[in-house]
């Protein structure tokens, strides 16, 4: 059984950073983070093939976050640099079951955390 697991969120003043843990248990898969603003559609932020050779990031955090993974700790990361209360949401991660690429469709991942709220104050 797939069990994804987010922490690390937190309250945070602009400028500074965070970084988000994800563990992801029975199996390794091609990984995911979206994230959800107040008021907003889940979003695309940053996802990672099994071996972690692949990462793409949405244009919004391109260059201030990077996503990463020790797949010895069955663990994906997210560091957040620079943030913004722009990036205040719920953090999600997801586990992407099928073969291939890194992909930003939400409805490509089939096992998602619970969610982990980040608040970047100005």
């Known amino acids: 059984q797939v069990q994804v697991v987010e922490s690390g969120g937190g309250l945070v003043q602009t400028g500074d950073s965070l970084r988000l843990s994800c563990a992801a248990s029975?199996?390794?898969?091609?990984m995911g983070w979206f994230r959800q603003p107040p008021g907003q559609e889940r979003e695309f932020v940053a996802a990672?093939?099994?071996?972690?050779?692949?990462?793409i990031y949405a244009d919004s955090v391109k260059g201030r976050f990077t996503i990463s993974r020790d797949n010895v700790k069955k663990t994906v990361y997210l560091q957040m640099n620079s943030l913004k209360p722009e990036d205040t949401a719920v953090y999600y991660c997801?586990?992407?079951?099928?073969?291939?690429?890194?992909?930003?469709?939400?409805?490509?991942?089939?096992?998602w955390g619970q969610g982990t709220q980040v608040t970047v104050s100005s």
């Open positions: 997801a586990a992407d079951l099928r073969l291939g690429v890194p992909d930003r469709l939400p409805r490509n991942y089939y096992y």
């Open positions: 029975g199996g390794t898969f091609n």
């Open positions: 990672i093939s099994r071996a972690g050779m692949t990462t």
